[in-house]
């Protein structure tokens, strides 16, 4: 049981920077909300994730929260409660891999990661709106085929965005390590 709480003990400073981090991820998708399926949301949770593990999902949630706090919680916000962890999920295992590969190839994987996130997203989001609207299978398949456009320029976008994951990373971490002054 120690190491249980000693592994999820969070410091006053820890708190302020998942804060920070959560409301950083909100501000970025309000500033560019104006260019639809565009955003950095897919950066920002594959970034956390690989810097800080599982206790990414703390700035996750914040996002999430204040989402829901400042644009209402309405039928839309809650598959935001699970649409963003299969992302999370998968750069939980992309930081675990320990693959002698170049820079250039793990940025790539990262890039694709999240592109695949954006393409999919439509997808994840269909159960949800389909179970709501009281869409049959057909329904929803026609649902998922018909936004299908926007999923390809939100997994483009991803992509692009994508290739600030390592950087950003890396300069977290040496920020958080307090190597950086």
């Known amino acids: 049981m120690r190491l249980f709480t000693q592994k999820f003990k969070f410091s006053i400073r820890d708190l302020t920077i998942f804060s920070a981090l959560g409301t950083i991820m909100y501000l970025s998708r309000i500033i ?6 565009v955003h950095l949301l897919g950066l920002f949770i594959a970034t ?11 700035p996750i949630y914040v996002y999430i929260l204040l989402e829901g706090a400042l644009s209402g919680f309405a039928i839309w916000w809650i598959p935001y409660l699970y649409i963003w962890l299969p992302l999370w999920a998968v750069f939980m295992l992309a ?5 002698e590969i170049t820079k250039n190839i793990k940025t790539l ?10 393409l999919l997203f439509g997808v994840l ?16 398949m026609a649902w998922i085929i018909s936004g299908l456009p926007f999923d390809i320029i939100h997994a483009v976008c991803n992509f692009s965005a994508g290739a600030l994951v390592a950087p950003l990373s890396a300069l977290l971490k040496k920020l958080y390590a307090g190597t950086i002054r």
């Open 109 to 118: 994987i990262y890039m694709s990661l999240c592109a695949f996130h954006g």
């Open 125 to 140: 989001y269909a159960p949800f709106q389909a179970l709501m609207l009281g869409l049959s299978l057909d329904g929803m």
């Open 32 to 37: 560019m909300q104006w260019i639809p399926n």
């Open 48 to 58: 956390f994730t690989l810097t800080y593990r599982v206790r990414a999902l703390i």
């Open 95 to 99: 930081g675990r891999l320990r693959l």
